[in-house]
């Protein structure tokens, strides 16, 4: 599943519902496939062992905006007192601090998060799948199908007499 144009395996009775990136649900279970800081993994879960799912945002600390921005002024403020001992260590901080600035806006990162057998999470990054809210009807897509399957789960139990009723 590494590669996206390539052929899920698929059980007896299984369609495919929905691909987006490294997701594929079908009507039984939800295949991924997930590359997140240069680990990657590779899975199934059952649909009636999916909990939850959600989008998280991970930001930078702000510590690295408030260091940054200190850099900057430093840099500024030994720029106009030392203009005539070196420039250097003064752009040197400038420099630096805008680095610094320009990481903490640009590491935002979405990861969706969907939660297996009461713990287990699966991360995917936002990055290989889409937009936002394409995610979001993918995950509608996927309850909208799980509720389906434990519905017909409900509906057999309750067609079926209770093991205190065999004997009758």
């Known amino acids: 599943m590494q590669n996206k144009k390539e052929t899920l395996s698929l059980m007896e009775g299984e369609e495919l519902i929905i691909r987006l990136g490294g997701l594929s649900l079908t009507n039984k279970r939800l295949l991924y496939y997930a590359a997140i800081q ?34 900057e002024i430093l840099g500024i403020m030994t720029l106009r007192a030392y203009a005539q001992l070196g420039l250097g260590y003064s752009f040197f901080l400038i420099i630096i601090g805008a680095i610094m600035v320009a990481l903490f806006f640009s590491l935002k990162e979405k990861i969706i998060r969907i939660t297996v057998n009461g713990g287990e999470w699966l991360n995917v990054s936002l990055r290989q799948v889409g937009s936002e809210e394409a995610v979001m009807d993918f995950i509608n897509k996927l309850f909208e199908i799980k509720d389906k399957i434990d519905n017909s789960r409900a509906s057999e139990k309750q067609g079926k007499p209770s093991s205190l009723y065999d004997f009758e």
């Open 38 to 71: 240069k680990a990657t993994e590779t899975g199934v879960a059952m649909l009636k062992d999916i909990d939850s799912a959600a989008i998280r945002r991970n930001k930078p600390s702000v510590a690295l905006l408030i260091i940054g921005c200190i850099l």
